[in-house]
């Protein structure tokens, strides 16, 4: 389309404001953010230090295991999750399957419930003599309860539980939605050529879902990246360092310490490149660069 | 499909949706339940709740956090809805590509980090605090203003304004209607779909926000509802069929908001999935 020159401007009165709030609520303070980090001291009073934040970062055992453990998160739970979320979407996308709106619904559901809300909630149902433990306990799974919050392997395990009970439903969403436009004749074609649901499986919809399955990685590998409330409210980061993320360290540094803006605002940085990093790389295997 | 197969699958998605709906259920029994009954692990509905929700009002400032948590979920939203549609709007019916860079490059917004905004933040509502203090640190505006528009929601917007049928557009212009006239009158009434949608989202993203009202909200009566969740569960005696019965009324909300919309909500995002 062809536009006159006051169809223009009239064009972008209409992303003016738009871009007036990202800019100052976005890119001005990351902006700030970089200058900051080449800065230190206390409180207010900063000054120029140039890269010694960073060699900081690289000496600092509770920086390292907050990265440590934001990696192990991100490792772990984003793939279970996806993989999850796809195959729950895949059951509930057969054409016969009964009570399909109540099992969507229900996983759905963890979805509207508020970060803190549920941290909070699988705080207590973990707790030692938690309603957890004991269930475990009367089924003879365990011996004897599991320190879920007092033991660094147990916790690191009860947040990545937490998150995926969170969110698998939600992703599930999008790829229900996107085999919705799945034609059925194509399963059928591929049964008729004997191919069984394993194969259904891996050979059309994963394919046929790659879209999807890069935006919803994108999506969580940026959210896991950014983990801050659960940690907060379930472990506060304990036992130990062992379950502090990265977001939770730099807020820390910056409100519960003497404040140390820049030392923070540098730490904050590992989470810019790491989701500059994590995203180009997904955007290489997921294929198609547009 | 052989009866061995239905059988798994129905007892894949059974157990599924029992994980999911547990905490739930936990949560609304536990609200009628006394403490010490909570922490037996009883699972049986109990009388307590009239005492859980009095003992919440007459303890804690829910009633503030309850006005302060809608305050802000409705005014972001509204605000969002507004400026994200006009921006959506703006950059797929004017492309150029002065346009198309600016749009890339609001894009790159959505790689930031909250960790990384929120010291510069905080320190931005500072100066602003010296000059507006209504709009400053421990305000309910500061908790709004830095989500009034997302690189999300503008292209979200855009995403699903490609199927808007631009032939409306000229039939518009021919009635003589101004630009902003279509927009306002032809362009958003049909866009109910994403509306919903998006105001779903904007809704429970602000009223579920954490970590910014955390950092910017000082004083006890402009605590947000997850502050004052959050508060409760890291007090050393808890008493928990107050925390759960707080979580309830927290969570009411969100829950009501999806269930009302949810229609909209999945033709919504199958919109935004297919552009």
Known sequence: MKLGSSKSI?????????????????????????????????????????????IRLFNDPVALTAIRNT????????????????????????????????????IFLPAVISLVAY?????????TDGIINKFLLNLSLISEPIEWLMDPFWAKVLIIIAITWRWTGYNMIFYLAALQNVDHSVYEAAKMDGANSFQQFFYITIPMLKPIILFTAITSTIGTLQLFDEPMNITRGGPGNETLTISQYIYNLSFEYTPDFGYAAAVSFVIVILTIIFSMIQFRLGGDRK | MNKLKVFFIYLIL??????????????????????????????????????NLSNLFENYSVGSALFNSFFIAIIATVLCLVISSLAGYGFEVYQSKGKDIVFTILLLSMMIPFAALMVPLFRLFGNISQVFPAIGVDTLYAVIL???????????????TKMFTKDLIEAGRIDGLSEIGIFFRIYLPSMKNTLAAAGIISFMNNWNNYLWPLVIIQSPENQTIPL???????????????????????TIPTALVFFLLQRYFVEGMTGSVKG
């Open chain 1, 119 to 127: 941290s909070v909630i699988f705080k207590y149902l973990f707790s």
């Open chain 1, 71 to 106: 990696f192990i998160y991100l490792i772990v739970q984003v793939p279970v999750m996806i993989l999850l979320a796809m195959f729950f979407s895949v059951l509930l996308n057969n054409p016969n399957l009964k009570f399909k709106a109540f099992f969507r619904t229900a």
């Open chain 2, 14 to 51: 059974s157990v599924a949706a029992l994980v999911s709906l547990f905490p739930f259920l936990w949560m609304l029994i536990s609200m009628t339940n006394k403490s010490v009954d909570i922490t037996q692990g009883s699972l049986m509905p109990g009388t307590h709740i009239f005492e």
């Open chain 2, 228 to 250: 004052l969740i959050s508060n409760l569960g890291s007090g050393y005696t808890p008493d928990y069929g107050v925390i759960y019965t707080a979580i309830v009324i927290g």
């Open chain 2, 146 to 160: 830095p989500y009034v528009t997302t690189a999300f929601f503008v292209f979200f917007f855009r995403q699903n």
């Open chain 1, 10 to 54: 009239i064009g972008w009165l209409f992303i003016l404001i738009a871009v007036i709030f990202i800019s100052l609520f976005y890119f001005y303070p990351m902006l700030q953010a970089l200058i900051l980090s080449f800065r230190s001291g206390m409180g207010l009073n900063l000054e120029f230090v140039g890269l010694d934040n960073y």
